[in-house]
């Protein structure tokens, strides 16, 4: 029982990224006659800034960052009350990496267009925090 108890704990972990964000959204999109095009995962983040179209400040979501997946390619499931998504990416020098994504809601929207591309209205992808 002790060596099969070793074996377990000396067994290497999987490093993984861990990021946290107030909602995951799984995003089908489709072409105008509704026929599948792609799916993504967006992350939103609740977040006090500049609102481009009002001309003032304020807190809502806007999207932290995005990935484009494919079915299978990712995992999805609640966790002690929260939701959970996890995904192999490339990191800046090419590398796998396991990515983890923990957020307290979740969402899944089918739309016409590009809902990422679409907030980039409210908050231009140089001022989103990433992961």
Sequence with gaps: MLSLLLTFFSVPQLPYEQNLVAVIELNHV?????????????????????????????????VMCWRI??????????????????????????NSLLRRVVAVSYRETYSNYDREVYERKRLPQRFRRGF
């Design 30 to 62: 489709h072409h105008n006659n509704w026929e599948p095009s792609f799916d993504q995962l967006i992350f939103w983040e609740w977040r006090h800034c500049y609102d481009w179209q009002a001309d003032e400040t304020n807190w809502s979501h806007h």
């Design 69 to 94: 997946v494919k079915p299978g390619e990712y995992t999805l499931r609640k966790e002690k009350g929260n939701w959970v998504v996890i995904f192999w990416e490339k990191d800046n020098g090419g």
